[in-house]
């Protein structure tokens, strides 16, 4: 069994069905790209993933664990997997130490004090934000404020990190600062699934890229084959409009 | 006719007595409005409607009747039920009552003003619900309603001045007895509308204060 | 003794024109006075804008009951003559409605932009054109639904009258409480009528409220 199991998921919002029957594996360790259009399903899928919206029909499972199951401990389970949103969504009357450890030192993994503090200093140093440890969100710009949120992420120590069009927000020049911190946690060995529009990311850094169309799956592969070879139309239409 | 402010100086004990009443039964209705108000805010939500229906009913009937009748009630109809509470004590649960309902719109605008996403960003680090009200929430949304709220309690303050129309012990009260004693009308009002005016200045400088020392995070505006 | 009866209720609604008469005093004396205060809020002239801010800021600090007891016993007593309770009453709560309203329609003008001030200069306006056909109807609209919501604290404050002996809905539920020693009756029914008018106005200052909002 994969790592990130998604089987037949089916979603819909009053009428609309935004999700019909998708079936996606991720193994530890892959970087799995979804690409698509808007409207294509592919934020809520992701959202899907660590149960922030139900599912109507399949299955979600996350290392063995099935994530729409009453049973489940949602919230056990949400530590072991991170997701960054588009909108960062940074405590703002926190400051960036303490938007870092509330929730390690609340789910009582870290000490409060010396070890928290050390616990955001290590992190933060992954994403190269040391010295702002003790500034506020709005002191900070949007590529800051979105490393500080993967920071956040990583403190809680994930074994699958989820990126919701975490660049789609920022100013151009300040993207590049995060697809790097993201390219290093690539290297480093984290499992990723992310939703974007950064085409050269995907095709550089993805051990494998979904399209996603009308709700389905419409391909998925390595990403040089892929980008080489469309096999469907609506592909290649994809394709064309983002060059 | 002349001023003449030197007989009040005999009444001063009981200036102050009214003023330490005044204090307390603000201090009363806020303290207790704002626990029924955070109490109604958050079952406001409800999924039963039938309490949904309550405290909608409860906040509408409170603003659409004057609070002197609020207070008349509950002192006169209130032995009825077999609760025979004194003046003061019945105009405090009174206040309370009407300091409530106005407290349920403040917090429940409170609570609306955080975004979804602030609340979906505690869920998805794995904080429980509460933990997610009481670090995620409140304090943001305490900002935002900052100076309603306090506005309101300013209001209370002058509006406790109606219990002295069920004889509760306050500083209106006092204000009507020296009047009785010295004819002395238009020093005695003069004198107690200063004195609320100096209580309302005081607590508008102390709001400021907590306001710069209890929310120092910067915001985009 | 006798019981609360039909009579004691229909006096009760008699009562209502009073009530009715102290708003419409308080509105006609207080709403040019609110409007000649948030002009003079708004003005560029600090001391007629220091002078507003002061009245603005007795009225908002000292409780209506205060200003209702001076103006019925002690200006009277001071000035060595007699008022009637209605011309003492309306004085207050004149005073009341023209600060309220003032700080309300005050906002209300300074939530229009001032690049619309602007744009009329631009089109060679005088400052009192800008204001009488650009601002003032714009500010009208923003600030309609707090005039509406204040109209009901009015209605509701009215009630205060009472207090010396002015016969309005308040002092009607008193009397007849006294005469028939049901003051559970008496006063709801007193409440019932100050709902019956109030709730109404407040479900229309929100409806304006949220066109207001979806407009902007």
Redesign the interface.
Known sequence: MSFVDIKNVRKSFANVEVLKGVTINVEKGEIVTIIGRSGSGKSTLLRCI?G?ESIDDGEIRINGEVVHDKATDL??L??KV??V?Q?F??????TVEQNIT??PT??KRVAKGEAARKLAHEVLSRVGLEQKIDA?P??LSGGQQQRVAIA?CLA?GPELMLFDEVTSALDPELVGEVLKVMEDLARQGMTMILVTHEMNFARNVASKIVFMHAGKVHEQGAPAALFANPATPELRNFISSTH | MTLNFNQLWRYQDDFLHGIQMTLTLTLIATVAGMLIGLLGALLSNNRLPAVRLLIRSYVEVIRNTPALIQIFLIFFVLPYAGLRLPPFEAAAVALSIYMGAYSVEIFRSGLASIPR??I?????????RF?VFR??IL??AL?NIYPSLTSQIILILLGSSLASQVSAEELFHTAAFVESRTYRSFEVYAVVCAIYFVMVLSLRLIFAGAERIA?R????R | MRGFTLSDFETMLWAVQWTATLVIIALALGGPLGLLMAMMRTSRNPVLNGIALVILQIVQGVPLLGMLMFFYFGVPVFLGIKVPALISVSIAFTVFAAAFLGEIWRGGIQAVHTNQSEAAACLGLTRWQSFRHVIAPQAFRIALPATVGFLVQLIKNTSLASVVGFVELARAGQLASAATFAPLTSYACVSAIYFAICFPLTQWSRSLEKKLHVVR
């Open positions: 660590n922030l919230r056990r949400r530590e991170g997701i949103f909108q969504n940074l405590f703002p009357h926190m509330l929730a609340l789910t506020y709005e002191q956040r809680m | 996403s602030q979906e960003a505690g869920q998805c680090l794995g904080l429980t933990q670090h995620v304090l943001p900002r929310f995070w910067p915001t985009r």
